[in-house]
């Protein structure tokens, strides 16, 4: 983005972080590049005085806060810090360096044919991530698009709202920019992800000639045009000028999803690989980081008064990273006896199968192989045994899907021994098991190699027969996710990973049969729904996505959004 100086006008510091140039502005406020007191660089946008007091743009502000809040992906800038109860209105974001595809094709002129279409594919890529969070951007457009190192970023989602929001408007304008608001939305009708999948073609089309994908002129002459004549794709390759028309047809019916965009692009190798999309990161205006480091306005950062109090102790799952644990889980075909993996009370990781690598797993090892102990041989109970259940706080109903999850299960490759449950997870969870010897299994149909039906993930504490006093409630929720991205309103995968949390279950307390040492048993997808964005979508079934299933055991506490993984596991589905 370009970065001009600051001016006499501008504040020194917002909030706790210096600033040190603008980025930008727009029609609600100015962003700022800001450098937090740790001294990462953060895009700080501010909302403008004048409008401060119209109850509109407030709501859009923080709608645009709570989306990107809520919107973990890799195409978009994760929320850093914001202010929103009181003036100065702002929030911050992580700091994507890198021109707009406006600013670049502005410079450069149109993108070759094959550039357009890397492109094309990251930033359905990208809107799709964003969808499965039941959001639509509802202002795709060039100068909304950052053509960062990594990939193209999708930023200002001051008017994205999720589904069944009520839409907000200006003096009865539909949302968006005229030139890439889709005609149904033009004519009065909600943006859906159809209005998305019209931005990308008309925000291509500019990329693919360097025009305005209906022209210029007064806005109402651009709408016009964009209901009722076709898109500007003169001189652009025959194929991919067919895909533009097909996104920016003016029946939202008919145009393609995202999965199918995505296939007709045949993309075969990374966009940051592609030398013009290289060469495209020098049209933007680089960052005098060196200059600003010491020379930046407030510095050093003084903390206000609040902030120099005692902070309590850090609590909530989502927060801690604590000693790494694995979890083995046998995997059993139709009518096979259900084998158990047992995590020991050290936190180490025990049995084969699983994600049995990690530092706690490791440190068991380097210290003679430690084995698991019952709770009395150790002269107490497990961590945070009181015995008074009513301590603890009620757990929250579900967990949010507000986190990237990076955990892939991986069955072995002999297609018997995955069938058993053999394979391993990607990475250690991030905290300790409950104490007392937690244990989980997983077990599936497979009819003539065909998925059944549903599967069965149970859930046990193997000491809690052993006679100790219950210790307080500790709440667990599992999650399964499919080997790809599902497209929420069709039920069909994605041609991508899936770093989705997933379909997960309602939080249940490890210790229900603490007495009888039973098992807690939760059957997929009966028991699982995902929860995004304020909506709810009830789990595929299993034969929408053949491969290696991924299944992660999450530590709830009283707050949707605190949870921190226990365990990792997977089956094969087909």
Not at 23 to 44: C, E, H
Not at 175 to 202: I, Q, R
Not at 296 to 307: F, I, K, L, R, S
Not at 479 to 505: C, L, Q, W
Request: charged share 20%.
């Amino acid at each position: 983005m370009p970065v001009e100086a600051l001016r006499d006008v501008d504040p020194a510091q917002i909030g706790a972080h210096a600033l040190l140039a603008r980025l930008g502005a727009g029609g609600m406020g100015q962003v700022y590049l800001g450098r937090s007191p740790g001294g990462r660089l953060v895009a700080v946008k501010v909302i403008r005085d004048e409008i401060t007091g119209h109850p509109e743009a407030l709501a859009r502000f923080r709608r645009e806060a709570e989306t990107v809040r809520a919107v973990r992906s890799a195409y978009t800038a994760n929320l850093i810090d914001a202010s929103l109860a009181a003036a100065p209105y702002w929030l911050a974001t992580e700091y994507v360096a890198g021109p707009t595809l406006g600013h670049a094709v502005a410079e450069r002129g149109g993108l070759p044919a094959d550039t357009c279409r890397r492109l094309f594919a990251a930033l359905a890529e990208g809107l799709a991530s964003v969808h499965a969070y039941g959001v639509t951007h509802r202002d795709l457009k060039p100068q909304n698009v950052i053509l960062g190192a990594q990939g193209p970023q999708l930023i200002d989602f001051g008017i994205a709202r999720g589904v069944g929001e009520t839409a907000l408007t200006q003096d009865g304008q539909a949302p968006g920019t005229p030139g890439y608001t889709a005609p149904e939305v033009l004519l009065g009708a909600e943006a859906g992800a159809a209005a998305d999948v019209f931005a990308l073609g008309a925000t291509l089309a500019y990329a693919a000639t360097g025009r305005p994908p209906f022209g210029t002129g007064v806005a109402t002459t651009v709408s016009y045009r964009a209901v009722h004549e076709p898109v500007d794709v003169a001189g652009v390759e025959p194929a991919l000028a067919g895909l533009i028309e097909a996104c920016v047809a003016k029946d939202p019916v008919v145009r393609p999803g995202l999965r199918e965009v995505i296939a007709r692009c045949g993309v075969r190798d990374a966009l940051i690989d592609d030398p013009v999309y290289l060469g495209l990161g020098a049209l933007g205006e680089a960052v005098p980081v060196h200059e600003m480091r010491t020379q930046g306005p407030g510095y050093p950062y003084v903390p206000t008064a609040a902030e120099q109090q005692p902070a309590p102790a850090a609590r909530g799952a989502g927060l801690r990273r604590g000693a790494v644990v694995g979890a083995g889980v046998a995997v059993a075909v139709a009518l096979a006896l259900t084998a158990w993996k047992l995590i020991p009370f050290d936190g180490s990781a025990g049995g084969s199968g699983g994600n049995s690598g990690g530092a706690a797993a490791r440190d068991g090892a380097d210290k003679g192989g430690a084995t698991a102990t019952p709770p009395a041989a150790q002269g107490g109970q497990p961590p945070g045994a009181t015995g008074s259940k009513g301590a603890a706080k009620p757990p929250a109903e579900y967990i949010d899907n507000n986190q990237i999850s990076r955990y892939v299960w991986s069955g072995s490759p002999d297609l018997d021994l995955a069938v058993q449950g053999v394979g391993q997870c990607n990475q250690p969870a991030e905290e300790k098991s409950p104490g007392a010897g937690f244990q989980s299994a997983v077990s599936t149909t497979s009819v003539n190699g065909k998925p059944g039906k549903s599967a069965s993930v149970k859930m046990r504490i193997k000491y809690a027969e052993m006679g100790q006093s219950a210790p307080d409630p500790y709440y667990v929720s599992v999650a399964v996710k499919s080997p790809h991205d599902i497209e929420p309103s069709t039920g069909k995968p994605f041609p991508m990973d899936n770093r989705a949390v997933g379909y997960t279950s309602k939080p249940v307390d490890i210790y229900t049969h603490w007495k009888s040492g039973g098992d807690v048993t939760l059957t997929y997808p009966d028991d699982f729904t995902m929860h995004a964005a304020g909506k709810t979508w009830p789990a595929v079934p299993l034969s929408a996505d053949p491969g290696d299933w991924t299944v992660v055991f999450y530590h709830v506490e009283d707050d949707p959004t605190k949870y921190a993984s226990i365990a990792c596991s997977g089956f094969r589905v087909g």
